[in-house]
């Protein structure tokens, strides 16, 4: 664990009211998983503790890169030592939760892509019994090196990004696409306030939004698939229920349209640099009256410029036609603005 995050943690320990008694440290750092049968009370205020500790450390981002999934790494205990001492009955918390559908396995959550959140607890309960699926987990040594989903923050992170899309997708025709890369930049510190979400939050995220019917996605978002063309789309909050829902290829139109005016635009920027750095040179071979190497600097200023002005002119025409796009009525208007992009590329 990082030394900041280690003192955060030591800070959150510290300001938390339930701990201001030896007595009661005492309890929360025992194995109270004994007091289940003979002191029920008890045994449920422990587990209230610890259960929103773990999901509060965790969501702040102190107990790793994760912020919607806990990992039950073999260092979490340690993560919480007091005085010397790790606490004894996490698995028993973490067994709790998940008995109390507060939390999944992430790879079982993977695996329920394009199933519900419902379907999943039905399954659960009916197909696989709980009591045996958990054990199997943990007598398999898999849960010292699980992920798990905390269901609860996983909805609020949703909730926060189906909001801020509301608010600023504007332009729906276009503002509703993202890439998966595009995705991440938009909304890994906007799920969750003071953190930034980890790569497989955002693919935790995006299957959960996708199972709930607000977002489509082209392909899948298990390991062994290649995310690059990914194409993520945000259903529009006013869909007529007789239009279909579906990713068109006036969406991959518009996307392609969006990369290219990325790519232009950080083209325009090295390019800047490049004439930056050229012109320091000019001044300094000047100085140092070498002309001829001034000369040969100036003349690779020259053509940089050149080419910075037909990217930028690219750029401005690329531009107008997204603007034209956003600003159509109908699909039709779209199909002719994505046309007049490809003839214009290939020209």
């Not at 007595?23 to 009370?41: P, R, V």
């Not at 259903?235 to 232009?264: P, Q, V």
Request: overall charge positive.
């Amino acid at each position: 664990m990082h030394s900041k995050s280690h003192t955060d943690l030591r800070a959150y320990l510290g300001s938390l009211q339930e701990l201001e008694t030896q007595n009661k440290i005492d309890w929360y750092w025992s194995d109270f998983t004994i007091l289940k049968s003979t002191d029920e009370a008890t045994y449920k205020d422990c587990v209230r503790f610890w259960r929103k500790v773990l999901v509060e450390t965790s969501n702040r981002g102190l107990l790793g890169e994760d912020v919607i999934c806990l990992e039950t790494k073999e260092t979490l205990e340690d993560n919480f030592q007091n005085k010397g001492y790790s606490p004894l009955s996490l698995p028993c918390v973490i067994q709790e939760m998940y008995i109390n559908n507060e939390i999944m396995p992430a790879n079982e959550f993977i695996s329920t892509q394009n199933q519900s959140w419902t379907s999943w607890i039905v399954s659960k309960f009916i197909v696989n019994p709980i009591y045996w699926r958990l054990q199997k987990l943990i007598s398999s040594g898999n849960y010292y090196s699980a992920k798990w989903v905390k269901m609860d923050t996983l909805k609020e992170a949703a909730i926060r990004v189906l909001q801020y899309q509301e608010k600023h997708g504007i332009n729906g025709i276009t503002d509703n696409l993202y890439t998966l890369s595009s995705f991440k930049a938009e909304f890994a510190t906007v799920a969750m306030p003071n953190v930034t979400l980890s790569d497989f939050d955002i693919k935790i995220l995006i299957i959960y939004l996708e199972s709930e019917r607000k977002v489509l996605i082209t392909g899948s978002l298990h390991e062994d698939h290649n995310n690059k063309d990914m194409i993520i789309k945000f259903k529009a909050k006013n869909l007529n229920a007789n239009t279909k829902f579906e990713i068109t290829s006036i969406d991959r139109g518009i996307i392609y349209i969006r990369e290219t005016c990325d790519k232009l635009h950080q083209q325009i920027h090295d390019i800047e640099e490049r004439i930056k750095e050229i012109s320091t040179k000019i001044h300094n071979y000047i100085l140092r009256k070498q002309n001829v190497m001034a000369k040969h600097c100036l003349r690779q200023k020259m053509h940089l410029e050149k080419v910075l002005s037909k990217r930028v002119g690219s750029l401005e025409t690329v531009e107008r036609i997204l603007l034209k796009i956003q600003g159509a009525a109908s699909d039709a208007e779209v199909m002719i603005n994505n046309f007049s992009f490809f003839i214009i590329k290939k020209k």
